[in-house]
């Protein structure tokens, strides 16, 4: 009962208890004795009317077994624009029974993050779901969390990050981009590092250098919020492999047009036209033909550099990948069939998320991933 009556409210505001009766289908009696019995969760005004209280918008991470960033878009779009609400304090809620992949866990970071540099206390609730909790933590969800960032219960952080105790062979962290590193540091080879055991086609070096140019694109979001980088291997039916790549800037689009319209005559033309479907050819451009990149420079086209000069991303479709990626307030899947990217789905009018949210998804012939 308190999670329909908690959307209820969410959503309708203020209602006797007569109203709410009729909405969850239970009797007032029942209403009343659930509402009186939690004052610490609900409050009564002098006209009879409840209310969340303090009036904390909750947003509920569930809906599924398995929260892919699908999933979790799900979840937001029940709360609407919370960027552009007047709330002071968000509180999101792990659900029972449920288990995060890599790549929800990587957007929810970054919304904790964006929230809490705005200005909204973020309460990030794992009372009903301590098994999620333990495995963000040791993935080191925690150390890139904002530091206004409420996480109940309490001593939650006290959780030490894998890589302190036992390394995992199927995750690699949540490492922080620090900007100004060429080309993404040492990210983009301890990566493929990690990845390379579960790799059955193309040179680890080619990876490396897709991986280099994805960070490196991140060194241009424009941002003082932490981007980061990760990888998960899952075992299973399919058995994969997940690298995600988030930044809190102006989005990549942004970042890349002065790049795309020098190299691809054909986007001038949709821009010019005002095309609805401009962004999302953007980015079909971008991993399927390449030679879009913040690193791709004068020099680089006369030196004819095929990988370096944005060309690297190109490969990502011969290679087996599938990408999904999330932009302000629509997000992009692409698949690979036979060597080659194709666009599957595209989603629109999403709740608004800061900057690119990209996951890289490799299938294994085999399952040899670590249990």
């Known amino acids: 009962m308190q999670i329909t009556i908690e959307k209820i409210l969410q959503r309708k505001g203020k209602l006797k208890a007569k109203k709410i009766a009729l909405l969850t289908g239970v009797t007032r009696k029942e209403v009343n004795q659930f509402l009186y019995s939690h004052e610490d969760l609900y409050t009564k005004d002098e006209e009879n009317f409840w209310d969340l209280a303090g009036n904390k918008p909750i947003i509920r991470i569930g809906g599924a ?13 029940e709360a609407g624009d919370i960027f552009g609400s007047d709330n002071a304090t968000i509180r999101l809620v792990i659900e029972p029974n449920v288990s995060i992949l890599i790549d929800a866990a990587a957007m929810l970071l970054s919304l904790c993050n964006q929230l809490s540099v705005e200005g909204v206390a973020v309460e990030l609730d794992f009372s009903r779901n ?9 993935m080191g969800f925690v150390k890139l969390l904002h530091k206004d960032v409420v996480v109940k219960p309490q001593g939650a952080n006290n959780i030490e990050p894998r890589s302190t105790r036992n390394p995992s062979s199927s995750l690699f962290e949540l490492s922080e981009i620090l900007p100004g590193e060429e080309e993404g540091g040492r990210l983009p080879v301890d990566l493929c590092n990690k990845l390379e055991p579960f790799l059955s086609n193309g040179s680890v070096s ?24 990760g990888l998960q291997a899952y075992s299973g039916a399919r058995p994969n492999v997940k690298i995600v790549i988030s930044d809190s800037g102006k989005g990549i689009i942004a970042q890349l047009k002065p790049s795309m319209f020098n190299l691809h005559s054909e986007l001038i033309t949709l821009y010019r036209k005002g095309d609805k479907t401009f962004e999302e050819k953007v980015l079909f451009c971008m991993f399927s033909k390449g030679s879009i990149s913040k690193s791709y420079d004068e020099e680089d086209r006369r030196e004819d550099k095929l990988v370096k000069g944005g060309m690297g ?8 990948c599938n990408i999904s990626v999330r932009q302000s307030n629509f997000s992009v899947t692409f698949i690979s069939n036979g060597g080659e990217l194709y666009m599957k789905d595209v989603t629109k009018e999403l709740p608004r998320i800061k900057g690119t949210h990209i996951c890289c998804e490799f299938f294994l012939t085999t399952d040899h991933v670590s249990r």
């Open 65 to 77: 077994k398995w929260v892919s960033a699908k999933e979790l878009n799900k979840c937001l779009q």
């Open 130 to 138: 301590t098994m999620v909790r333990g495995y963000l933590y040791r």
């Open 206 to 229: 080619i990876y490396r250098q897709v991986f280099a140019e994805l960070i490196g694109n991140v060194r241009h979001a424009d941002t003082q919020i932490t981007s980061f980088v």
């Open 313 to 320: 991303l190109s490969y990502l479709g011969s290679l087996g």
